[in-house]
């Protein structure tokens, strides 16, 4: 059958209608139906090519007086975009042309122009303008700066390479932490490191940067500009912006100059003992503030992560048995429920057993008419097991739970160790006889540098413990200055025991085992302790103490001083530790403009 050319033009006529139809069924559903869905669907596309992003700045870590422990400074990455370099030159100029580029970029950036050249022709599109050998010296006004390679310049640098006018040639602004004091505090502030979803700025840190991270970090910026599929905004298009919000500024209770003091003599200590390491915590006895906390062989936060260093202070990392230091809480015990005074007398040999189990003081003597103040004075073990031994196990525990054994601080640093309290026997709610005796001289329990010290600082305060931090302020752009919100003071002891046993403390350094860390022109009240060191379940060394606070009859700071195996000497916290807490002490009470102590101390007796 032979086609007809009418039925074919009658078909594609009607091909054609239906092909009309489609299309004006389309363009009515796009421009009339779906008209605001198709629109939005397009703005948004122009919107994210114009998307970017404003870093925001971090918060400022600086200590009580204002020294900068952490802050950011803006920082600029520049690249090259060598299409764009090429994009203004003449088809046949374009290698000279980039000669001049070169010729002019090349003093700027401390590179030769041959090197400069190099960074501007290449096939690569992109290319980080710090990424060729050596380079150089870069200038920046009339000094000389290091420039490594692939590193971030600083705004002036930045600002002689944009002077240029060189097309290609940009830079992407991000912040970067800076640690200016060094290894001030270095235990403390923490550190910045990446994590795996990191790109160039690192977002998870350790100590006071992780602790109050919150505060610091900041809301980044965004930006949405209507923009063509070649980047251009368009004129008259939506934009929506966002600024950035910077971060607060975190200040600490740290003096900064005690804390040099602080981390220079325990260094200085932790050396001549050729110890393993030693930790000094200054507090302040009526507000609870933390005004040092030193760590011996204190690093640079930026040099930290090398160094394996956790960032966080060994102070609240590391629990210990507290050793002779921690008789003060049984002697609050012995005094507050009425076993004895400080002038009871008790005949105290050197040696004594107990319930089965043999106790003994650290130098033999001979038998000795101690009062309850002399057995705290010459820290005799037997002396206090004797004063303590008919007090009931659950009572025993309960004084310790009191002074916070067992029970964090709180300290807004990451980690804290909150030390443990002795178990029972296993399958029962019994302790055996030597854990019942030898918790009453510090053994058989733990605390960290910081619980420890707090003891004192409680004793100090009447009888009160208030709570330890580190954190004295929270100061955001545009908002008043906040204060976080601390809990009340919780009393532990009576204010008549805890005055008792300060005359008592002040002995122990008058005339007892804690001589060494007299003051001159202050009345010292505190005590030595020596504790065995284990490891891997063995004893392998000893840490020595000496905690206390001044003036005694008015107490402003205590400090705590720990030395964890000391190799020279011997092993008495009189010692290895008494110096360092008299030279720190003694700096912190005239940094303190605190007037020498009035008055005679306590005429208490040691013997009868």
């Known amino acids: 059958m032979i086609a007809q050319p009418a039925s074919r033009q009658r078909l594609l006529r009607v091909t054609l209608l239906f092909v009309v139809i489609a299309l004006l069924t389309k363009l009515v559903l796009i421009q009339v139906v779906n008209a605001d869905a198709v629109a939005a669907k397009g703005l948004k596309t122009r919107m994210e090519i114009g998307h970017s992003t404003e870093a925001a700045r971090r918060g400022s870590i600086v200590t009580s007086d204002g020294t900068v422990l952490a802050t950011d400074f803006l920082r600029y990455r520049v690249e090259i975009y060598r299409p ?10 374009v290698h000279e042309g980039l000669q001049q580029h070169a010729a002019k970029l090349a003093p700027v950036i401390g590179v030769t122009p041959e090197e400069a050249l190099d960074l501007l022709e290449g096939e690569t599109d992109w290319v980080p303008l710090f990424d060729t050998q050596p380079p150089s010296n870069a200038i920046l006004g009339p000094n000389k700066i290091q420039v490594p390679i692939g590193a971030p310049i600083a705004q002036g640098l930045w600002a002689k390479i944009e002077d240029l006018n060189i097309p290609g040639i940009s830079a992407r602004v991000y912040y970067q932490r800076n640690y200016p004091a060094g290894t001030l505090a270095g235990n403390l502030v923490g550190f910045p490191f990446k994590g795996e979803d990191d790109d160039e700025v690192p977002t998870h840190f350790t100590g006071i940067e992780a602790s109050e991270n919150e505060a610091l970090q900041g809301t ?28 607060c500024d975190v200040r600490l209770t740290l003096d900064a100059d005690l804390q040099h003091r602080a981390q220079a003599a325990i260094n200085k200590q932790v050396k001549a003992m050729e110890a393993k390491s030693g930790m000094v915590v200054v507090l302040d006895t009526l507000t609870g503030e933390i005004l040092a906390l030193a760590d011996s062989g204190t690093v640079n936060p930026e040099k930290a992560r090398e160094a394996g260093r956790s960032g966080n202070s060994r102070a609240v990392l590391d629990a210990f048995e507290p050793g002779s230091t921690g008789k003060v809480i049984t002697m609050a015990m012995v005094l507050q429920s009425g076993e004895a005074t400080p002038t009871t007398g008790f005949v105290v040999p050197w040696i004594q057993e107990f319930r089965g189990q043999l106790i003994k003081d650290h130098d033999e003597h001979g038998t000795s008419q101690w009062t309850l103040n002399g057995i705290l004075a010459q820290s005799s073990n037997v002396g206090t097991v004797l004063a303590a031994g008919g007090i009931p196990i659950a009572t025993r525990l309960d004084f310790l739970k009191k002074f ?15 030390g443990s309290l002795p178990k029972p026997m296993a399958g029962t709610d019994q302790f055996d006889d030597l854990t019942r005796n030898v918790l009453l001289f510090g053994q058989a329990y733990n605390v960290n540098a910081l619980q420890a010290t707090g003891v004192y600082a409680t004793i100090a305060n009447d009888g009160v413990s208030v709570p330890i931090h580190l954190v004295k302020s929270i100061e955001c752009p545009d908002q008043p200055l906040t204060t976080p919100t601390r809990e009340e003071g919780r009393r532990v002891i ?40 284990w490891s891997k379940g063995e004893r392998d060394g ?14 402003r700071i205590a400090v705590g001083v720990i030395m964890v195996k000391p190799e020279l000497g011997n092993q008495w916290g009189s010692t290895t530790a008494g110096p360092v807490f008299k030279e720190v002490a003694a700096f912190a009470l005239q940094r303190l403009t605190v007037p020498p102590s009035t008055g005679k101390p306590p005429d208490l007796p040691t013997t009868w």
């Open 84 to 93: 764009e370099v090429r994009k203004l030159l003449a088809p046949d100029q």
């Open 220 to 247: 980044d910026g965004e930006q949405w500009v209507e923009s063509g599929l070649g980047g251009q905004a368009i004129p008259g298009g939506v934009t929506d912006i966002h600024p950035a919000k910077p971060g």
């Open 404 to 418: 916070g054994v067992g029970t964090p601080t709180g300290v807004e640093l990451a980690g804290e160790n909150p």
């Open 494 to 533: 009576s204010a008549e025991t805890a005055h008792t046993l300060r005359d008592m403390l002040e002995s122990v350094v008058d005339e007892g085992t804690g001589q060494t860390a007299q003051i001159t022109g202050y009345r010292v009240a505190g005590k030595t302790g020596t504790a065995e060191h």
């Open 542 to 555: 000893y840490i020595t103490s000496f905690i206390g606070f001044a003036p005694a009859e008015a107490p």
